[in-house]
T-cell receptor, first 114, second 110 residues
Framework: EAGVAQSPRYKIIEKRQSVAFWCNPISGHATLYWYQQILGQGPKLLIQFQNNGVVDDSQLPKDRFSAERLKGVDSTLKIQPAKLEDSAVYLC????????????FGPGTRLTVT | KNEVEQSPQNLTAQEGEFITINCSYSVGISALHWLQQHPGGGIVSLFMLSSGKKKHGRLIATINIQEKHSSLHITASHPRDSAVYICAVRSGAGSYQLTFGKGTKLSVIP
């Protein structure tokens, strides 16, 4: 079974530039999560999708971050414009459903904003 | 909000040693996860448990619901076990969100 795929694996941009990350969850998984993990900290949930609908985006900085999952399969997370404090690993995870299911994580995208 | 504390933050061990990583949380939970994160960022789920004990190879995870505490043990540690180990909890039966600890960085020296 293929795991969660993410691209790119690494990205370096200058502040005020834009960047987009892509995630393809495990086939058949209805729930998709985006997390931000700053160095030395645990992951923080940015947004959760159930199929193509948003379940929770309360911690997403909506002035600069956006995410979509138009067809209920793969998803993109965008930052526009980026700030220095956005430097982090962005993790995508998927699960078969919402309640009580184990989450499967992708390899992450390491973003460096200079 | 559930607070998740892990100890130690950093751990260096000699190959072959028995290792214990601890996790404490402040509010009752429906499930606890132990995750492994290698350099580069990718996370692998090791265990999901809500009571008792689980074992997989050289890894053992235990949880004490009354004491709000879990431990991850690694027997006969090996340099390839070097990684960050993260504890995450799901609070309550109706909750879907995970609250993560900051992780324990383990280095196993040959």
């Amino acid at each position: 079974e293929a795991g969660v795929a993410q691209s790119p694996r690494y990205k370096i941009i200058e502040k005020r530039q834009s960047v987009a990350f892509w995630c393809n969850p495990i086939s058949g998984h209805a729930t998709l999560y985006w997390y931000q993990q700053i160095l030395g900290q645990g992951p923080k949930l940015l947004i959760q999708f159930q199929n193509n609908g948003v379940v929770d985006d309360s911690q997403l900085p909506k002035d600069r971050f956006s995410a979509e999952r138009l067809k209920g399969v793969d998803s993109t997370l965008k930052i526009q414009p980026a700030k220095l404090e956005d430097s982090a690993v962005y993790l995508c995870a998927s699960a078969p459903g919402t309640w009580g299911y184990e989450q499967y994580f992708g390899p992450g995208t390491r973003l460096t904003v200079t | 909000k559930n607070e998740v504390e892990q100890s130690p933050q950093n751990l260096t061990a000699q190959e072959g040693e028995f290792i214990t990583i601890n996790c404490s949380y402040s509010v009752g939970i429906s499930a606890l996860h132990w995750l492994q994160q290698h350099p580069g960022g990718g996370i692998v789920s090791l265990f999901m448990l809500s009571s008792g004990k689980k074992k997989h190879g050289r890894l053992i995870a235990t949880i004490n619901i009354q004491e709000k505490h879990s431990s991850l043990h690694i027997t006969a540690s090996h340099p390839r076990d070097s990684a960050v180990y993260i504890c995450a909890v799901r609070s309550g039966a109706g909750s879907y969100q995970l609250t993560f600890g900051k992780g324990t960085k383990l280095s196993v020296i040959p």
